[in-house]
């Protein structure tokens, strides 16, 4: 059986006020061909489909586009909702799909596969929906379920007691920031946010392929378990990771091979660095007038009008920063250093706390009102 992995489409989002809609309608165009170059039976999309919860009407159209050619293709689509979408909405136009075309949202069906049959006999998709802790505690009544790592835990014990009720080879997906991952520099506060916290690796020992979403450069923790990061490129962090998916093939045994499928890049991101002048040379304006160019300008003082003067040699400079050199040491220790390497809600409180305490951060009993004041928070966010 050969598999597509993808994941992290987040459809809808923009990049600094730019809409990314028709890049990714064009890279999905692409990975639509490669599944059918590469005669591709089983394509994986691991979370965050969508960027919002609430997407945009055009959002559903590219989806319910890209899904169709995919089905037409010959392959079957399994789909899994993320920490960015909305798990009851995604559902509801599940629904409305064609047969193959598979979108699993329910947390109690985590232990029921999506099976597919080939030459070699069933093979068994387990498909784990993006599970906040205080949200789906609710159906596991006497299960410590407080964190991420615990309730990954939790949710791939329920696959393994899949794995044993149904014989054959397996394959899980999940959402999830898993132990070992190289992140994104900028993205981290992004991709963590609701409270995802690391998750062993070991969590994942079973299936003969793990299938992940969530951080949006590709990553490979084993043999069998791998990210295929984000099909385009969404921040200026991202710049230099390659865009594609994993295409995966198993045999009679389990995992034969998984090889890189490179996707095209509509628009090429490059961070310049130096003076505002020369940053503007000629050199600079004819190598990079048509990428999205985020500037960095090292001069003594401020400059007047520099996006304006930038976007006057570079159409799409979508960034500008002033960072005269040697400025960074002496803010190293400040409060909002602090806050920019915060990467969840909880670091950010701790860091505030630190600052007005003199270096003291909160207590465990503190630490447990703050978990507590935070899921409460996400809880009434999701009834919205």
């Not at 409305?96 to 232990?111: A, E, F, S, Y």
């Not at 159906?139 to 379920?145: M, N, P, R």
């Not at 500037?295 to 006057?312: G, I």
Request: a negative charge; charged letters at 20%.
């Amino acid at each position: 059986m050969r598999i597509l992995h993808t994941s992290d489409w987040h459809i809808g989002r923009t990049f600094h006020g730019n809409s990314t809609m028709d890049a990714l309608a064009e890279v999905l165009a692409a990975l639509v061909q490669q599944v059918r170059e590469q005669a591709v039976d089983v394509v994986i999309v691991a979370g965050d489909v969508f960027d919002s919860a609430t997407p945009a009407g055009p959002a559903y159209t590219l989806l319910g586009d890209t899904l169709v050619a995919l089905h037409d293709t010959g392959a079957r689509v399994i789909v899994t909702s993320g920490n960015h979408d909305s798990a009851a909405r995604l559902g509801f136009q599940a629904r409305l799909l064609r047969d193959g075309i598979h979108v699993i949202t329910d947390p109690l069906q985590i232990g029921t596969p999506v099976t597919i049959d080939d030459a070699d006999g069933p093979v068994h998709f387990y498909g784990v929906p993006y599970l906040e802790p205080a949200i789906v505690r609710q159906h596991w009544d006497g299960v410590a379920l407080k964190t991420q790592a615990q309730t990954m835990a939790h949710a791939m014990n329920l696959v393994r007691t899949g794995m044993a009720a149904h014989t054959g080879r397996s394959v899980a997906i999940a959402h999830c920031f898993a132990a070992g991952v190289d992140a994104t520099a900028g993205l981290e506060r992004e991709v963590r946010q609701g409270g995802l916290d690391v998750v062993p690796l070991e969590v994942f020992d079973g299936p003969d392929y793990v299938a992940l979403g969530h951080i949006h450069g590709r990553q490979k923790l084993s043999d069998r378990v791998r990210y295929a990061g984000a099909p385009l490129h969404y921040s200026f962090g991202e710049q230099h990771k390659q865009r594609g998916s994993w295409l995966i093939d198993l045999d009679a045994s389990g995992l034969a091979s998984a090889e890189w499928l490179e996707l095209p890049v509509p628009r090429r991101l490059v961070t310049l660095t130096g003076t505002l002048d020369e940053i503007l040379s000629a050199e600079n304006v004819a190598a990079h007038a048509d990428d999205w160019v985020c500037a960095v300008y090292t001069d003594a003082l401020p400059q007047s009008e520099p996006m304006r003067r930038l976007k006057e040699r570079f159409p799409h400079c979508a960034m500008v920063q002033h960072a005269p050199a040697g400025a960074g040491d002496q803010a190293e220790h400040s409060y909002a250093a602090r806050l920019k390497t915060a990467v969840t809600d909880t670091e950010r409180i701790e860091a505030f706390l630190v600052h007005v305490r003199a270096g003291q951060g909160p207590t465990e009993r503190e630490s447990e009102l703050i978990r507590e004041v935070l899921d409460e928070r996400v809880i009434a966010e999701a009834l919205v």
